[in-house]
């Protein structure tokens, strides 16, 4: 049996579900892999939990009926420790980040010369310094994984890292973005782009604030994090974006009437990677509906292989979160 | 740089598909994986040739201008071992079984206990002594590599293996062989079980014996393996199958105007294993057509994941053979 400890840095929805798996599957994760969680702190963006082992019932009661860690006074020291303390001060095998900090680079730099290894669901830090992550991870020996950051918990990471080793890939195209998908969708119907931006908002599949879907960046962070994976690492900078924003209802209407709809397709093949929204027959692979994604990997040996899965989601981004922790653990295990 | 000697067992259309990426890939494998290979033997069903590095251009060419490789005897020199013989006197790191011999566990167990790993697109050692095998790699450190027995190209089996780690696997449905389905949907074209399976043996889809795919032992044996995989050990006598051969042209016309087709469908439960024609909705992904299989994988947490690919063909196939063959060189490396 191993025992292997964990600090969190964001506790909202994802992290707080990574949280009630590893409670959930305490049992199994012993009999299954030999592996034992200890989460040594919790990081939100109110405060620093940090104790020998934190009771994660009580931490997501905590944060559910509290709102912040902050208030949890009676039974833990609190610190006001930022990322970058936790990192430097709390000394954990795994750093756990679910938050969206788009400066994450900098503590997840640190994370590893500290010699922790690394596991998010967070984008940024990928699609602007991929390279220097994965390369100061390799240099030390450490693990730095991701899986999380695209197409939630379907594992398309994963198959491009283990998998097609002799394959050379040609090109991947697919469908990153649940939101886009379901105004799209939702326009077919025949309301316009606000109407279905407000439907999307009211179910929670928008944010309040969705420009970040609906101009195509977080298809783009994930289609450049795609790119450095399957080819080499570049950053979002030189990839070419276009939003749907422009998109008319009359527009959907008409191709609709041809059999065909629009969705906000990612091409990502070796040094060049675009995101737009293009029109593809509705019997293409391409053409999901509701918050799945799709990606179409064609390598030059094994031909075209479609993966499709939930592209968000809680439980299925925490699932991903939570697969990346053990096979990391399983490292570690064979390590010592 | 490291050398990795090989040894082929069985030198037909998949054994030298392999041979041909080695030869293609060479450099490119040396630059991105640091490894070299050397092809110490090859064993047909007529001869082995045996010697410190076999010119895999010339031992493609006798083969398939002479038929067998006993008759290659200006260069090197033949030997009349079995495979058997083989894994005992050649001391190679790989054994690459790419036949179809139903008792190669025989010699696949063997092979373990002489300390070599093996790569493997051969089922029926897997449907029915999976945990044998297994179990002896795993005692011995030794790598036991299967991805091409199912799925061919499209990488099921690492999928299920590096991914979805803290998933339970719920369900495994999907379509495992493309005879069937290419029978099945020429019928839905309006001609008889017979006629299409004519067709099929024309068109070099079905085998002139093509009784293992019609009768659903081929999807039988790639069910098993998964159960195996994702599940734990059982043997293929476990399972319940029944073929396509009882199906009418009138039922598959029947079904079609209801907007379904029948395929041959898996179902892969924990300690449930069946295969049999099912009527589906066109609109389902299993709804597969030509030789694509197909399979949705369900886990407690990550939902639905389908993925579909080509199910057979001779690139494809050796694809995840020379993928396993990469994989198994890269932990040999790690552990020198």
């Known amino acids: ?5 964990l600090s969190f840095i964001g506790f909202g929805n994802i992290g707080r579900g990574v949280a009630r798996i590893l409670m959930n599957k305490k049992q199994l994760f012993k009999e299954k892999y030999g592996i034992e969680f200890r989460v040594i702190s919790i990081t939100d963006s109110s405060a620093t939990i940090w104790d020998e082992e934190i009771n994660l019932e009580e931490a997501i009661m905590i944060k559910e009926n509290l709102g912040a860690l902050s208030g949890w006074t009676n039974e833990y020291e609190v610190f ?26 900098i503590w997840h730099l640190q994370a590893l010369r500290e010699g922790r290894n690394i596991v998010t669901s967070n984008k940024p830090p990928l699609a602007f310094h991929y390279w220097e992550l994965i390369h100061e991870a390799g240099k030390r020996g ?10 939630a918990g379907t594992p398309i990471i994963t198959l491009l890292q283990e998998s097609l080793k002799g394959d050379s890939i040609e090109k991947i195209e697919g469908v990153f973005n649940g939101t886009t998908t379901f105004i799209l969708s939702e326009m077919e119907k025949g309301i316009n782009f606000e109407e279905a931006l407000r439907k999307a908002q009211k179910l929670g599949i928008a944010e309040r604030d969705p420009s970040g879907d609906i101009n195509g960046v977080d298809a783009g962070y994930k289609a450049t994090i795609l790119h450095c994976v399957a080819f080499h690492p ?8 276009k939003g749907i924003d422009e998109i008319t209802e009359k527009e959907v209407q008409q191709f609709l009437g ?18 737009e929204p293009m029109t593809i027959p509705k019997s293409s ?31 299925e981004t925490a699932s991903a979160v939570v697969s990346d922790i053990i096979r990391t653990c399983l490292t570690l295990k064979n390590k010592t």
Do not use: W
């Open 1 to 5: 049996m191993k025992t292997i400890s």
């Open 80 to 105: 006001d420790f930022r990322p970058i303390d936790v990192v430097r001060e709390v000394d954990s095998d795994i750093v756990i980040d679910v938050t969206n900090d788009p400066n994450a680079h």
């Open 142 to 151: 450490l693990s730095y994984k991701f899986e999380a950051t695209v197409m």
């Open 234 to 241: 570049i950053t979002f900078r030189e990839i070419k974006i």
């Open 258 to 275: 041809r059999k065909q709809v629009i969705r906000l397709i990612a091409k990502v093949e070796e040094g060049n990677v675009s995101v």
């Open 285 to 315: 692979p391409l053409a999901v509906y509701g918050t799945s994604n799709v990606a179409i990997i064609k390598g030059d040996l094994g031909g075209e292989i479609v993966l499709k899965g939930a592209g968000a989601g809680i439980k």
